[in-house]
RNA sequence: UCCCGAGUAGCUCAGCUGGUAGAGCAGCCGGCUGUUAACCGGCGGGUCGCAGGUUCGAGUCCUGCCUCGGGAGCCA
């Protein structure tokens, strides 16, 4: 295969030998003698200039031809010009077509989001995509190296499960041989919790499903979730590594995207702010404060949307709401001894009207306590054996949390519905492609 | 499941109290030596979501259905 060049490595080639560049077209320009060609590769963008008087015949005429997202062979010199937006152009000697393109559906001008997810696999060759892809991706490198560098092992937990993770909410089921209906996976966390008793630190990091019908910007049927899980950490050493956790990302973003934030137009000084320590109220102090604000809120109740943003609204940086209500909370969660009503777990609701992108807890550890919660939840005991087995072999003071990695990617990428934050994105209606 | 909203050209939309279907962009042809969603001139383009009803006449009014979007609930 012969020799070519990304488009990234363009700036340390200036006033050097010649070139060749592979890329889409995005658009074309002429004026009559002079012509333009924007190119993406993947790594960068180019503008080409052809000169009819310096190209041949063949070349010129096959710029004629270039239409959207044809793909192109392109030699020339690389040469710095203060015009080009990337600070450097192509003055281009010759042009190959390697892969006509006809009537690209996705023009540069306006389209709605239900076209533009009809055609998702080609709308990810936008330049917003491409830079919301970037940001994602750097925030899943920030959770690895954040994990790897704090000694936490990677379990990865089972997607198809016999036993069912939370009570109630809706799971995928599917056949599975002769031993009936399995589900996808909507947690790894029980699984965490065995290994966490193995490892000490874990977690565990993979795509998660849930058959809820819902339709908000906040929701996927199939989403990434990263969940922790650390033994001897109470509810407040669970906080604290929520914060770590979470400046650690939003600071490496900002390092090493900051290219992608500007490409999506993100004002980045909310996210400057993303420091320790974030806020931290109790769930019976938020429903005081949301009350005095003018809400109906009432203790008891779970906070709804509504809420979340009012009380998200009135600090500048993530906030966690800690100790709600047992009623409202899953069974495995550990009772507050100082308020029995409540039990040791914490939301973290992200500023700017994103909501929660974390849930977590201090886990029951309490064999007959714990025993106790799945029979008043009306759970299937026998498929919790294993799960209370934790309990009964060296029991330990445990906690962890889950954090949605298309909130996190939204929010930091500041654009305003979740599905944008993952590639192909799974909804209700969604399926294709 | 419930509550709102929208379906008209490839795309984004306009179309008033019912009277021969429109614009911009995209596409095609032509022009232009520095364009950045280039610009200028010309051309083609329609089962008005589907079915029924009212009417001399329905994109427009009525009924039902379908599809999609936003929100609620649930949650990351």
Redesign the pocket.
Known sequence: MPEFHRIEELPQRVGGETVVVRGWVM?T??????A?V?LRDGTGYL?A?L???DVSAAAWDAFGKL??ETSVEVTGTVRA?A???GGV?L?ASDLVILGPSV?F?I?????????L?EHRHLWLRSRRQVAIARVRHEVIQAIRDFFYERHFVLVDTPILTGSIG?A??HLFAVEYFDLGTAYLAQ?GQLYVEAAAAALGKVYCFGPTF?A??????????E?W?VEPEVAWNDSDANMRLQEEFVCYIVARCLERRNTELAELERDTAPLERVRPPFPRISYTDAVAKLTALGSDMAWGR?L???E?TLLARQYDRPVMVFNYPRA???FYMKENPADRRTVLNN??LAPEGY?????GSQREDDYDRLLARIREEQLPEEAYGWYLDLRKYGTFVHSGF???V??TVAWICGIP???EAIAFPR????LWP
């Open positions: 658009t320009r002429s004026s009559g003698k002079i333009f924007a503008q200039v000169s009819k008087k239409t959207q010009d015009r080009a937006p152009e003055t009537d559906p023009t540069p001008k306006e389209h709605g989001t239900a076209f997810f939370e109630a909410g947690t849930r809820e019908k819902s339709k908000t910007r906040r929701h996927l049927t989403f979730m779970d709804g949307g509504d979340e409202v909370k899953a939301d973290m909501g929660e992108i974390i849930g889950g954090l949605g298309e909130r519905h979740i599905r909804t209700l209606y969604k």
